[in-house]
């Protein structure tokens, strides 16, 4: 019977048909994984107790130097030197629009020197009178040129006369042939052949179009 054998050889064969080995090796190998993770995880806990501390010396240095700016700054100093640039700006604005109107005005004042230069030249006054003799024998249609001129050169063109005539003889001595526009606005010079060939009213049109 059962009963009948020892205790003891009982138990033997058991445990010896239990096969344990590969448990205990097994429980050693989860023994040794949980061994590493633990490692593992120290390691990162002091990795990140490090950067802590770093990121606290960070931070308490930035929030000395912002403590200092903020005890250096002073809020009405600001406000004055803004006030300050202000006016200084408008200043400069007020300045540059002085010069802007100063120099249409020198501008417009060279164009009516001009005039009256060609206009003096036209009379040939080196030195005459314009209210005696000269001004007596002064053609109508003179006076027409002169003014047609100056309103020529108030509006930036200027025209000028031929020297010798043309090789083929279509054009006289003394006739305008040239013309110079000037667009102070745009810097821009333009210099136009006055050709009999084209009409005054194309002439005109350009010279309004290049104005």
């Not at 054998?5 to 445990?15: F, G, K, Q, V, Y």
């Not at 023994?31 to 120290?42: G, N, P, V, Y």
């Not at 606005?185 to 060939?197: A, E, I, Q, S």
Request: charged letters at 30%.
């Amino acid at each position: 019977m059962l009963l009948d054998e020892d205790p003891a050889t009982l138990i033997n064969h058991t445990i010896n048909n239990f096969n344990i080995p590969p448990d205990k090796l097994a429980i050693a190998r989860v023994q040794d994984s949980l061994s590493t993770l633990k490692q593992a995880r120290e390691l990162r806990i002091r990795d990140a107790e490090s950067s802590l501390k770093k990121l606290s010396r960070t931070l308490n240095t930035l929030q000395s130097q912002h403590e200092e700016l903020v005890s250096a700054h002073s809020s009405a100093e600001h406000a004055s030197e803004i006030a300050r640039l202000d006016t200084q700006k408008f200043r400069v604005a007020k300045a540059a629009a002085d010069l802007e109107m100063e120099a249409e005005r020198l501008s417009q004042r060279r164009a009516d020197l001009a005039a009256r230069l060609q206009e003096l030249e036209l009379q040939g006054g080196e030195g005459g009178d314009p209210d005696g003799d000269t001004a007596a024998r002064r053609d109508p249609l003179d006076d027409e040129v002169l003014l047609r001129l100056k309103v020529y050169r108030s509006l930036g063109i200027e025209l000028e006369r031929s020297d010798g005539g043309s090789s083929d003889g279509g054009v006289a001595d003394g006739e305008f042939t040239k013309a110079v526009v000037r667009n102070d606005r745009k810097g821009d010079v333009h210099v136009v052949n006055l050709d009999k060939k084209f009409s005054r009213f194309f002439y005109a049109n350009y010279f309004w179009q290049t104005l």
